[in-house]
């Protein structure tokens, strides 16, 4: 039983490599931010890394700024660290954590759904419907989205799991997975599933108490306890630095009503749930970004789902229903009132934007629903009732995709990409309306639907094997014709691979200008348009990035700030506008993102400038004893410097990070050795 099982499982796993092949093969690389910004990020850590640097500072973006506070950076996220340390990142890595965490979603909505009572088949199912949603399509260059959503359903699993069963091991379970969730997920979802575990255990425990339960409350209580302990020293590292960071953020303070409802799941946006290929055309028809646009979860899906409401509803079932519902009115962002009543009475709500953001937990909800649907008629408890139910919302979606491929015929000619290689594909989708994307997958749907008429009219007895064909093969298609609008780019991953091998090794001494140095790609490492300077290591006056120090934004708008930056990375307040700094009395001799070595010589006392934002953790050495310093500026690194001939070192470490890390580590390890060993507890 348990061998077929697993057999089950390592044939979804491969049917999930097969659907995402032109990443899963290394055949493409990834596109727009997932290239532009957390790749190069994600170098940037590997190469701290494999140099043996704490990967705690990035010198090259924005003038500097502490790189273990950014919560989407990753550098405090084990994987990324695992990946780092052992593969170093590359156009192959960064596609393989991305599957990496497609296919730990399917595992974790897989035990989710078996937890709450789906089948074993079923919860496979499930699982590989999540995986395939519109959510991981859509948001593929949000990397901190796919890891977040990868998480959360092993964390409601566990929690689940607390409110039925309430062993200390699932405590732990719940504690390590929100770890991964704080330090590898996006900030956002991170709040919301928290508020979600909030509510539920005061709910929980009222009821308890209301129906004198009082042992199973306490019990209740003190693994929660458990919980929050192991998960406050596991994620102990995280929290020390991201609170000392808030102050120095632009992006601490609040957001505007107008920025944190940019971006929402719009109305139009609805046409996903049947025709996700759609969404790939005309963005200002959907008012929103085609990356917030797709909420499709199969076509099969979406009938049961709402087939689900017809056949005499749990009170589980409508609790899904309603909380799905809910996240998808919050979703709309400025096209309902609720984003905006969480934003003016919800606290931390006001700190960040994309509505959109909020469909994962809708689609996690209606994939469930649909888990149950199906499962009445896989288990054969539907009767002839049931089975008419399902013909005729099968007829009736049917009848309106019909409706809506003919409306689209009198619009738009029936056109097909000149040949089918990822570049026609690509410059195809770019120049299609949205009627000639209806009209490509329209057909596809219509044919599932009558496919399915004729299984529900004929097959009831081999109903589990055909619907399962079904099912695959329409998750299958939708992923083949998203797969090129917002995963994966027309670029071969092999041939970008080619060029970052030619990238310096190490941390070369920076002798550019400064001023002249931009972010901005010239195509050389195409798809990679923002954040060059990262691979070549080059030290920008700017960056992409939404991590913004307010001294840097302070300096960046004042006047003139650019001539400041026309010298050096160490030189003297009286420096002319040179970069030779062997002229000056300055040479470095070693360079790394957390510490500068150099000699210098004055016949006089100076001052000397490093051109990197002061932030706590620098500090200044004046051969082997710290002297201090100060800001210059409103952002640089000064001090003074007595004449004659001295060593000087700037190095960066954040105070006590060694022995943060090393508590988080070992309630790392010892909350993952007690899962292990206590696996059957």
């Not at 469930?368 to 089975?387: E, I, P, R, T, V």
């Not at 060694?658 to 010892?670: N, R």
């Amino acid at each position: 039983m348990k061998q077929s099982k697993n057999i089950k499982i390592l044939v979804a796993i491969l049917f999930l490599l097969m659907a995402y092949w032109p990443i899963s093969a290394l055949q493409f690389t990834m596109k727009y931010d997932m290239m532009d910004w957390f790749y190069p990020m994600r170098y940037l850590i590997s190469e701290c890394l494999q140099n043996n640097v704490l990967p705690v500072w990035n010198p090259f973006t924005n003038l500097g700024y502490p790189l273990h506070t950014d919560p989407q950076s990753g550098a405090l996220y084990p994987i990324a660290w695992i990946i780092g340390y052992f593969l170093g990142y590359s156009p192959y890595t960064i596609n393989f954590e991305y599957i990496l965490h497609i296919l730990f979603a399917f595992y974790g909505m897989k035990k989710l759904s078996e937890a709450i009572g789906l089948s074993g088949d079923v919860a496979i199912i499930v699982g590989l419907s999540y995986a395939c949603c519109g959510f991981f399509i859509a948001n593929a260059q949000h990397l901190t989205w796919i890891i977040s959503a990868a998480w959360m359903p092993f964390i409601l699993y566990y929690y689940y799991r607390l409110i039925t069963i309430n062993l200390w091991r699932d405590a732990f379970g719940l504690s390590l997975f929100s770890f991964l969730l704080i330090t590898g997920g996006y900030p956002a979802l991170t709040i919301t599933i928290f508020y979600i575990l909030l509510i539920t255990f005061f709910v929980h425990m009222v009821v308890q108490i209301r129906h004198k339960k009082f042992d199973v409350a306490k019990r209740f209580l003190i693994n929660n306890c458990i919980f929050f302990l192991m998960f406050v020293l596991q994620g102990l590292v995280f929290f020390i630095f991201f609170f000392e960071m808030l102050p120095f953020m632009v992006r601490g303070d609040t957001l505007s009503l107008a920025e944190a409802q940019l971006l929402p799941f719009s109305p139009q946006s609805y046409i996903s749930f049947i025709l996700p290929f759609a969404t790939g055309g005309n963005p200002e028809f959907y008012q929103t970004d085609l990356s917030m646009a797709n909420g499709y979860f199969g076509l099969i899906g979406f009938l049961f789902c709402g087939l689900c409401f017809f056949l005499k509803p749990k009170k589980k079932i409508l609790f899904l229903g309603l909380t799905g519902l809910f996240f998808l009115v919050i979703a709309l962002g400025d096209f309902s009132f609720l984003r905006a009543w969480l934003y003016h009475y919800v606290p931390m709500m006001n700190l960040f934007r994309y509505p959109a953001l909020f469909r994962v937990f809708a689609l996690l909800c209606f994939i469930l629903l649909f888990g149950f649907s199906l499962q009445k008629y896989w288990n054969d408890k539907a009767d002839d009732s049931d089975w008419k139910k399902l013909k005729i919302l099968t007829g009736i979606l049917l009848i309106a995709l019909l409706v809506l491929f003919l409306y689209s015929l009198q619009k738009s000619p029936f056109l097909l990409p000149n040949e089918f290689s990822a570049k026609a594909i690509s410059t195809f989708i770019g120049q299609s309306s949205n009627s000639q994307m209806v009209l490509i997958q329209a057909p596809i749907q219509i044919i599932l639907l009558t496919v399915l008429l004729i299984i529900i009219q004929w097959k009831r007895l081999h109903f589990r094997k055909y619907i399962v064909l079904l099912i695959v093969l329409d998750l299958f298609l939708s992923v083949q014709l998203n797969i090129f609008i917002t995963v994966a780019s027309e670029q071969s991953a092999s041939e970008l691979q080619f060029k970052v091998n030619q990238l310096p090794e190490g941390f070369p001494i920076p002798k550019d200008d400064i001023s002249n140095t931009s972010h901005y790609g010239n195509g050389d490492f195409y798809p990679i348009w923002y954040n060059n300077n990262l691979l070549l290591k080059k030290i920008a006056f700017d960056g992409y990035n939404n991590f913004i120090l307010k001294s840097f934004k302070q300096f960046n708008d004042s006047p003139g700030h650019i001539k400041k930056l026309k010298y050096p990375l160490l030189h003297w307040r009286d420096s002319q506008d040179s970069l030779d700094t062997k002229l000056k009395g300055i040479e470095i001799i070693s360079f790394n993102p957390t510490n500068v070595k150099a000699e210098v010589s004055l016949a006089e006392d100076n001052q000397i400038i490093f051109l990197q934002s002061d932030y706590p953790g620098w500090q200044l050495k004046l051969d082997g004893q710290i002297i201090p310093h100060f800001k210059t500026a409103d952002i640089f690194i000064a001090a003074d410097i007595p004449a004659g001939d001295h060593q000087l070192e700037f190095d960066f470490y954040p105070k006590n990070f060694l022995l943060y890390l090393g508590i988080s580590t070992g309630a790392f390890l010892f909350v993952l050795i007690c899962l292990v060993k206590f696996k059957k507890a």
